[in-house]
């Protein structure tokens, strides 16, 4: 029985394919950002570098423990030296130091690594957002798409039925011919348009399998609607969630601090560096560094003492470091207010664009309505023969256009929401303000709630 064989492996294969390649597979948009989180490359990336950044610190952290260095060497020479009449020398030492005092260096340095850990920390937060916005937004354009796709199916549909009623009634002498050829160029415009958006949609579709780390031509299927729910969020509540919570923020005031240290670890350079040494060393003329036949003792001793280095004087290169890391704050504190107004700008503006595309989506939904009774009279007016084919066909347009200005305003607005969220620095992955109103907003709320 060959088949046998066949279907054991294609078994095989169903059973063993990988789960970021599973056919058939489905994803929700929250589902989705849950997996870009986890597998997206530059969230991976940055979350090796917060790993590397905590190994500095930690590698800062062992320099306040003693360092023990060993230390063999073997020479021969070409002639017996004068004081010792033989060309071998070996010797071998061991010696433990102990920094006592470094000018406040050490300290610096670790504090610094320790700050470079929240940094990049944030940045990773940063990345997290960013990626759960480029997520957000590939989604809502791929549910546009297929929305759209929909509606002009839909469209498609009564320009294929406008046509017949033309052809019929030209055939029995009702209608002129011109009805035909303008219901013909109607249809061929509908599906160059329906083409139009299976394109947006396979586009969008290959945009969220590589944020989702999976193969671009994965046969995965991305389910939502365009729903929307309220959101009542005051200016104030968003620009005080923005200052607590943006990682660029912190961000740049971690920046700030890390420069505060590097200012301690350059005036370190004035102050002497103390440190304690214990040793023990031994020589010989053999491998094992056990004395000659010269010497049979005391080749051998040990050592404990304090090392003090204090440089006296440099060319005024110290007092030139000091004053460019003094700059540096100076540049990086101006940096910061600099973030904090770009920030309220950002708020601003995102939260106005959100609050009118809440009103467009209103706006929207009253213009299908009326654009659908509208095609509805005049397609009644024209099979009465009391209306003209071109007061249908501006009806049809008219609706067609509706619901596509209706789709486009739902999907601008969970774009416009889910930005506002990255803006203020919040992670909402279904896009939904789980979060009881307060703070005096609820009165706000009949303004955006669409």
Known sequence: MFWRPLCCAALACILFLPPSVKAGETYSMERAVERALRQNPDVESARFTVQA?????KAARSSFGPTLDANYSYSRYSKDRPSRYEPNVTTMTVQASQPLFTGFNLLNTYQKAALEVERQQLQLEAQRLSVVAGVQEAFVSYLKALASISSTQRSLERAKMQLNMARTAWNIGLRPRLDVLQAETDLAQTEALLISYENDR????????????????????????????????????????ALEHRPDLLMAKKSVEIAFKDLGITKSLFWPQVSAIVGWSTTGSHLDAAG??????????????????????????????TQQAKRQISALEAAVR???????????????STQDAYRSVKVSQRAVASARESYEDAKMRYELQSGSYLDLLTAQSALSDAELAEISSRADCLIALSSLYETMGELHPDLQDNRPAGDGEKNRQENVRP
Request: glycine fraction near 6%; aromatic fraction near 12%.
């Open 53 to 57: 950044a905590e190994s500095a610190r």
């Open 338 to 352: 600099s973030s904090v107004n770009n920030c309220a700008y950002a708020v601003r503006s995102s939260l106005l």
């Open 292 to 321: 000659s036949r010269y010497t049979q003792k005391d080749y051998s001793y040990g050592e404990i003492g304090l090392s003090v280095n204090w440089t006296l004087f440099s060319s005024g290169r110290r007092a030139y470091l």
């Open 202 to 241: 396979d586009v969008w579709m290959t945009r969220l399998n590589t944020l989702l780390d999976l193969p671009p031509d994965a046969r995965v299927e991305y389910r939502g609607d365009l729903d929307i729910s309220p959101f009542g969020r005051t200016l104030e509540y968003c620009l005080r969630q």
